[in-house]
């Protein structure tokens, strides 16, 4: 729990609307609020199995902290993957073996859950762009912000939507400010 607690205290390069940076945390919370509200859009999935991913997704950055996705590098890959690795191994035998499942899951994108939580993780990056304000984005985001996730909601005609819609409420966003 101590290192778990590094997530709150580790700030991400997102924004809040009130105008501070998001915690990592944070981000893990609404991820997890966004799968509980899809749900019923995948009755077939396992809605547990999704939760946990969302909540362990990106514990790797209580030890690097967040690194934007247009910095990072393989090196920081294979660095966050060390540090999620050495943890696992240090959690008690049952934890250790189900968690370590979990992030295989993850990491192979087969199953319909790591799908999901995937697209949702891109979606809620895009969502919470869209509540900061836009004096917070980057240049380069204008473009990002339409573009990041395309991929991970392809198997899905909801998300698909979904995207769709973050994507107006983006270009709206944009346009307001020109």
């Not at 969502?127 to 984005?137: G, K, L, R």
């Amino acid at each position: 729990m101590k290192i778990a607690e590094n997530l709150k205290n580790n700030t991400r390069h997102s924004w809040t609307s009130s105008g501070r940076h998001e915690s990592v945390a944070e981000h893990s919370w609404s991820l997890s609020l966004m799968a509980y509200f899809i749900s019923d859009e995948f009755p077939e999935a396992d809605i547990n199995k999704i939760l946990q991913m969302c909540i362990f997704h990106d514990i790797g950055e209580a030890f690097t902290g967040d690194i934007p996705v247009f910095l990072k590098t393989d090196d920081h890959e294979v660095e966050e993957t060390k540090q999620i690795n050495n943890w696992l191994n240090s959690l008690p035998a049952p934890y250790q073996s189900k968690l370590k499942n979990l992030f295989e899951e993850m990491e192979s994108q087969e199953t319909l859950e790591s799908k999901i939580y995937k697209a949702l993780d891109k979606m809620e990056v895009l969502f919470q762009h869209n509540q900061a304000d836009i004096s917070t984005w980057l240049p380069l985001e204008y473009k990002l912000n339409l573009e990041h996730g395309t991929e991970q909601v392809e198997f899905s005609d909801y998300l698909k939507q979904l995207k769709s819609v973050i994507n107006e409420e983006s270009r709206k966003k944009i346009n307001e400010a020109k």
